[in-house]
């Protein structure tokens, strides 16, 4: 009841279309951000094939957000990776470099990756450069899980679970 009277249901789901198309639109049209990414900030680690990989993700700052990676098993550091995420145009572009143990590049330029998805706590990556994975993305779908998911350009999709340090 409604000011004394009954409501006009077929109104009410008029008016409620609107305001979701309203807010749909809102959200469609809002450039993106690296601050949707926060969720990625924090220190993990986790087993992948006989190594330990660590991976720190820095706080979103000037339109970037960075990590620093290190693979280290009983022999050494297997490599380091520098992953950068910046807002470009209105989206997010993913560089990466991975460097060998004497931090000598392991390709003349790093590899390039644009946004494909992102959701609250989910962000997806398709490699557009020459070596780059076909596709990355990361996940924390709990507070003390994080996932790394990528398809190399030959081979089989990696998964690789990591927890804080």
């Given amino acids: 009841m409604f000011m004394g009277g009954w409501v006009d249901l077929g109104v009410i789901r008029y008016i409620t279309?609107?305001?979701f198309i309203g807010?749909?639109?809102g959200q469609t049209n809002k450039p993106l951000s690296v601050n949707n990414l926060s969720w990625l900030t924090g220190a993990w680690q986790g087993p992948i094939d006989g190594n330990l990989l660590e991976e720190t993700w820095f706080s979103p700052r000037a339109g970037?957000?960075?990590?620093?990676?290190?693979s280290t098993n009983e022999l050494?550091?297997?490599?380091?990776?520098?992953?950068?995420?910046?807002e470009v145009n209105g989206t997010l572009e993913?560089?990466?470099q991975l460097f060998d143990n004497s931090l000598s590049p392991a390709s003349p330029k790093a590899h390039s990756f644009e946004l494909t998805k992102i959701d609250e706590r989910y962000v997806s990556f398709k490699g557009i450069s020459s070596g780059a994975h076909r596709t990355l993305s990361y996940e924390r779908p709990q507070r003390d899980v994080f996932y790394i998911r990528f398809q190399?350009?030959?081979g089989d999709a990696v998964e690789i679970r990591l927890t804080p340090k």
């Fill in 17 to 19: 279309l609107l305001l």
């Fill in 23 to 25: 807010l749909a639109w």
């Fill in 64 to 70: 970037t957000i960075v990590a620093l990676v290190r």
């Fill in 76 to 86: 050494g550091t297997q490599f380091v990776e520098i992953i950068h995420i910046e």
């Fill in 94 to 96: 993913l560089q990466l």
């Fill in 152 to 154: 190399p350009q030959e």
